[in-house]
């Protein structure tokens, strides 16, 4: 007497249902604290869309639910590709937040994967293969984009951890997306036979797995940010003191004071602290052009990975240009502050200061001291 559930079928069974405890686990971590991060809204959406991919993916399902059914699973499916290129951009970058091009990018989408399933489901068009290879498409596309978003802020990322969960992701996400389409593309009419479906469970898994594992031992400051007071709004709107925030040190002096009162420094360690406050504050290292924590730790002699923690752990930031925009926006200050350089235009000041343009001068100022440099300059002036 045969079994009804052949040995692969029970196999993918447990495959899968490891798969959704562990996106409940990541979603669990993901949403443990300060739910409206946009990471944690893209990762938890991510999870649900992969549950359900997961879910439909099933052999018994693909093979005699009918595609009316089926069409709704595809699209979400179909739309994880773009959730996954999301989720990358808001869990690296500090500064990120939705727009309305991401929704369009996921409705988009899933939509067309959705009407490519219906459209199959009642004989196909003249214009299906086209419509399909657009679909087939999208994994591609949003695969480029997410080793890009990956990519832009790699060498600046001062979170070692964050820095490794980076890579896996990247990499064990590329490699899946791919293998996926290779797999669909090899099947009969996009369906994975019950040893190709087991073994697309075990690939996710091996994705998965060690990203969960990884999150579990992650602090998290070290996965998102930490929360900032928002100040209170005066009906009248006031410049912040020239000293700038607390984040910003104003002098080597002062934040080698707080490094010191950190815990575990040693010696070495606050050498290079003193050595790097100097370097940035007396010689305005901050000034040059294309300036990176591999030439700031070439010339102060010392391994990335230890100028990068220094900059993380003593003086609390998590991204190397954010340290460094810190001193370009201090000095920035000072000089729209003064009433001698009245006349100096703002371009220059930003040039000066070791921007590279208006536009990121313009953004970093703004959110270290919650004006425009026009705004600041005029109430400052004003005051004085």
């Not at 009316?68 to 999301?86: D, T, Y």
């Not at 080597?252 to 940035?280: F, G, I, N, R, Y």
């Not at 954010?322 to 930003?350: K, M």
Request: aromatic share 8%; hydrophobic share 50%; proline share 7%.
């Amino acid at each position: 007497m045969t079994s009804p559930f052949p040995p692969i079928l029970l196999l993918d069974a447990l495959l899968r249902g490891m798969l959704l405890a562990l996106l409940a686990l990541i979603a669990w971590v993901l949403g443990r604290d300060r739910r409206g991060l946009p990471a944690v809204r893209a990762g938890m959406a991510l999870a649900a869309g992969l549950a359900v991919q997961i879910a439909s993916t099933m052999p018994w399902f693909e093979q005699a639910a009918p595609r009316m059914l089926q069409a709704p699973a595809v699209a979400i499916s179909v739309g994880n590709a773009v959730l996954f290129w999301i989720f990358v951009k808001a869990l690296f970058d500090d500064g990120f937040g939705f727009r309305p091009m991401h929704a369009l990018a996921w409705i988009v989408a899933a939509g067309l994967g959705g009407l490519n399933c219906i459209v199959f489901a009642h004989g196909g068009t003249a214009i299906a293969p086209y419509t399909m290879g657009l679909q087939r498409a999208i994994p591609l596309v949003f695969a480029v984009l997410t080793v890009q978003a990956a990519a832009a802020g790699w060498g600046g990322d001062l979170v070692e951890g964050r820095r490794r969960l980076r890579g896996f992701i990247v990499i064990g996400g590329i490699a899946y997306t791919l293998w996926q389409l290779a797999a669909r593309l090899a099947s009969r009419g996009g369906h994975l036979s019950d040893t190709g479906a087991t073994l697309d469970a075990a690939m996710l898994l091996c994705v998965i797995a060690p990203v969960a594992f990884s999150m579990l031992r992650l602090a998290r400051t070290e996965l998102f940010a930490p929360a900032r007071l928002q100040p209170s709004q005066p009906s009248r709107p006031q410049p912040p003191l020239p000293a700038g925030p607390a984040s910003i040190p104003s002098s080597s002096e002062t934040a080698l004071a707080d490094a010191v009162q950190a815990p575990a420094a040693d010696d070495a360690e606050l050498a290079l602290v003193d050595a790097l406050l100097k370097l940035m504050s007396d010689e305005r290292a901050y000034r040059r052009e294309n300036l990176s924590v591999a030439s700031l730790a070439s010339q102060l002699a010392v391994p990335e990975y230890r100028l990068r923690r220094v900059i993380n752990q003593r003086l609390g930031h998590r991204n190397f240009n954010a340290f460094v925009n810190g001193f370009r926006v201090e000095e920035a200050r000072a000089v729209l502050g003064d009433p001698a350089s009245r006349t100096l235009p703002v371009l220059t000041i930003a040039l000066e200061t070791g921007f590279q343009s208006i536009g990121p001068f313009n953004r970093a100022f703004k959110a270290a001291t919650g004006f425009t440099p026009t705004e600041y300059r005029r109430f400052k002036l004003a005051d004085s």
